[in-house]
C-alpha cells in the first residue's frame, strides 16, 4: 500500500512530464495555432493550472512555517525582556521604599539630641512565646545590652543580648516588656505591658485621671531607657469600674512590628547610669 503522500507526488511528476511533452509535440509544429495545439491547451491548461496552484500552496506553506518559526524567538525574546523590566520595576520599586524609610529615618535622627546608629533587622523570633528580632549591629559598633531600639515611628523595644556584629531585641510589645509612659494631653501614668503585637495594656492608670479614647501615650522617661517623648500608641479603649483605684486601658500601638526592616539604636541616653552595661 502506497501512502496518500506518495500518490500524489508522483501524480505531480507524471502531470509534468505530460505537460513538458505536449508542449515539446507542439512547439515543434510551429507557433501557428491548429487542432492540436487547441487540444494541448485544452488538456493542459488545468493541469498547468492546478500544478501551479500546488505550487503556491506548498510555498505558501513553507513561508508561513519560517515565519511562524520567526514569530516564536520573537516572542521568546521579547518574555525575556518583558521578565527582565519587571524584575527592574520591582528593584526600582524596592530602592523607591527604602528611600523613602531612610528619609523619615533622617528625618527621625535631626530630632534627637542622642547619638544613634542605624541597623538592619535580619531576623525574628518564629515562635509566639517571644517577641524579639535580630539587628544587624553589636559591640563592635557599640551596642550594649539595654540600649533603647526606636524607628520614626515610635518606641520599637531594647537591646537584651548582644554578641560581636549582632543583637537581640526585646520588642516592646512582648509580655516581658514595660515601658514607664505617660498620656500625652493629661500627663496620665502608667506602664505600657505588651500583650499582643497590635495591642498594649496601659496598667496602674488612677481611675480618677482623665484618659480618652485617642489620646497619645508616650514615654515617660522615668524608667532610665527610653528618652522622654517617643511615641508608644493611641488609647483604643477606656474602662472605669465601679471599685478599684486603677482604671482598665488598652493602647494601640504607632510602630506595625509586623513590617520591621530598620531599626535605630540610641547608644547614649539622657540618664545613662540607668542603662545596663
Same mark, same amino acid.
Given at each position: ?5 506518495m500518490v ?5 511528476i ?6 513538458i511533452?505536449?508542449l515539446?509535440?507542439t ?11 487547441r ?8 493541469i498547468q ?9 506548498i510555498?505558501g506553506?513553507?513561508? !508561513?512555517?519560517?515565519f511562524?518559526v520567526?514569530a516564536?524567538?520573537e516572542?521568546?525574546a521579547?518574555k ?14 524596592? /530602592? ?25 533587622? /535580619? ?12 539587628? @544587624? ?5 557599640g ?21 560581636? !556584629?549582632?543583637?537581640k531585641?526585646l520588642?516592646i ?5 514595660a515601658?514607664d509612659?505617660?498620656?500625652q ?7 505600657i505591658?505588651?500583650e499582643?503585637?497590635?495591642?498594649y /495594656?496601659?496598667?496602674?492608670v488612677?481611675?480618677?485621671? @482623665?484618659?480618652?479614647?485617642?489620646d497619645?501615650?508616650v514615654?515617660?522617661?522615668l ?19 465601679n471599685?478599684?483605684i486603677?482604671?482598665d486601658?488598652?493602647? /494601640? ?6 513590617k ?7 547608644l547614649?541616653? !539622657?540618664n545613662?547610669?540607668?542603662?545596663k552595661?
Amino acid at each position: 500500500m502506497f501512502s496518500k503522500k506518495m500518490v500524489m507526488a508522483v501524480a505531480v511528476i507524471v502531470l509534468i512530464a505530460v505537460n513538458i511533452i505536449v508542449l515539446s509535440i507542439t512547439g515543434s509544429r510551429g507557433s501557428s495555432p491548429g487542432s492540436a495545439g487547441r487540444i494541448a491547451i485544452f488538456l493542459l491548461a488545468p493541469i498547468q493550472d492546478a500544478v501551479a496552484g500546488s505550487i503556491r500552496s506548498i510555498r505558501g506553506v513553507w513561508e !508561513h512555517y519560517f515565519f511562524l518559526v520567526s514569530a516564536a524567538k520573537e516572542n521568546d525574546a521579547l518574555k525575556k525582556a518583558l521578565n527582565l523590566a519587571v524584575e527592574r520595576n520591582n528593584q526600582c520599586i524596592e /530602592i523607591e521604599l527604602a528611600n523613602s524609610r531612610i528619609r523619615k529615618f533622617f528625618d527621625f535622627r535631626k530630632t534627637k539630641s542622642e547619638e544613634v546608629l542605624a541597623a538592619e533587622v /535580619i531576623g525574628k523570633d518564629p515562635s509566639s512565646w517571644f517577641r524579639t528580632i535580630i539587628i @544587624d549591629k553589636g559591640k563592635a559598633e557599640g551596642v550594649k545590652k539595654g540600649f533603647p531600639v526606636v524607628v520614626p515611628e515610635g518606641i520599637a523595644g531594647q537591646v537584651v543580648d548582644v554578641s560581636s !556584629h549582632y543583637s537581640k531585641v526585646l520588642l516592646i510589645v512582648d509580655r516581658n516588656s514595660a515601658v514607664d509612659a505617660l498620656v500625652q494631653r493629661t500627663r496620665a501614668r502608667g506602664i505600657i505591658k505588651g500583650e499582643s503585637v497590635d495591642r498594649y /495594656i496601659f496598667n496602674y492608670v488612677l481611675r480618677k485621671n @482623665d484618659v480618652k479614647v485617642g489620646d497619645m501615650v508616650v514615654s515617660s522617661g522615668l524608667d532610665g531607657v527610653y528618652p522622654k517623648g517617643l511615641r508608644i500608641g493611641n488609647v483604643s479603649e477606656v474602662i472605669k469600674r465601679n471599685s478599684g483605684i486603677f482604671q482598665d486601658v488598652a493602647v /494601640i500601638p504607632t510602630v506595625d512590628f509586623e513590617k520591621l526592616e530598620e531599626v535605630l539604636i540610641i547608644l547614649k541616653t !539622657h540618664n545613662d547610669e540607668f542603662v545596663k552595661k
